[in-house]
C-alpha cells in the first residue's frame, strides 16, 4: 500500500510551527468605538510626519548602521504604518450598529450587570473584538459569556464554560446609555 504526504503539511505538523488559521473575529463595532478608531487613524497620520522628519534628520548624520536614532525611528515608523495599514483594512470592514429598539433584552452594545450564586456581581458592555477592553469591562461579542447573554432578558440564568469549569450566572439588569 502507497500513501503519499504532503511533505510540507508533515514538515510544519512536525516543527511545530504550523497554525490553524485564526478565525476572523466579528466585524461589529459601537459608534464611540468606530470614532475612536478613526480618531487613532488621524492621530497615527500627524505622528507619522513627525516620525519621518526625525528619520530624515537622523539619516543625515551619516552612517546609519550605527546611528541609534535612526535605527529607532524607522523601527517607528514600521509600527505607526502597520497600524496605520491594519485600519485601513479593517475599518471598511465594520459594521457600525446602533441601539436596538428592545431594550428588555442583551444585545450588542448592551451593558449587563450579573450575579453568580455566591452573590458577587459583575458589569459588562458586549463590543466589538476592536473595542475589547477589559480594564473598561468591556466584553467582546465573540467571547463564550457574550454568546451566552445575547438575547437574554431580566433574571434570566445563563451557563457557559470558563477554562473547563462550568459557571452559572445570573442577569439582573441590561442598560443602554447612549
Given at each position: 500500500m ?90 471598511p ?23 453568580d ?50 459557571q ?11
Open positions: 502507497s500513501v503519499e504526504y504532503d511533505i510540507g503539511l508533515l514538515d510544519r505538523l512536525i516543527m511545530g510551527r504550523w497554525r490553524a488559521p485564526a478565525s476572523e473575529s466579528s466585524a461589529y463595532i459601537t459608534p464611540e468605538g468606530y470614532r475612536k478608531l478613526e480618531q487613532e487613524n488621524t492621530t497615527l497620520w500627524t505622528k507619522r510626519n513627525v516620525v519621518t522628519k526625525a528619520v530624515t534628520a537622523a539619516a543625515a548624520e551619516g552612517d546609519r548602521s550605527e546611528n541609534a536614532e535612526y535605527i529607532y525611528r524607522k523601527k517607528q515608523l514600521r509600527e505607526i504604518d502597520s497600524r496605520i495599514a491594519y485600519l485601513q483594512r479593517r475599518m470592514k465594520l459594521t457600525v450598529v446602533r441601539q436596538t429598539e428592545d431594550i428588555t433584552k442583551v444585545f450588542f452594545g448592551a451593558w449587563i450587570t450579573i450575579k450564586f455566591s452573590g458577587k456581581e459583575r458589569r459588562y458592555r458586549i463590543v466589538g473584538a476592536d473595542e475589547f477592553d477589559i480594564n473598561e469591562h468591556y466584553i467582546t461579542v465573540d467571547s463564550p459569556l457574550a454568546k451566552s447573554m445575547m438575547g437574554k432578558m431580566i433574571n434570566d440564568k445563563i451557563v457557559f464554560e470558563r477554562q473547563g469549569v462550568t452559572a450566572l445570573i442577569i439582573i439588569n441590561i442598560e443602554y446609555i447612549i
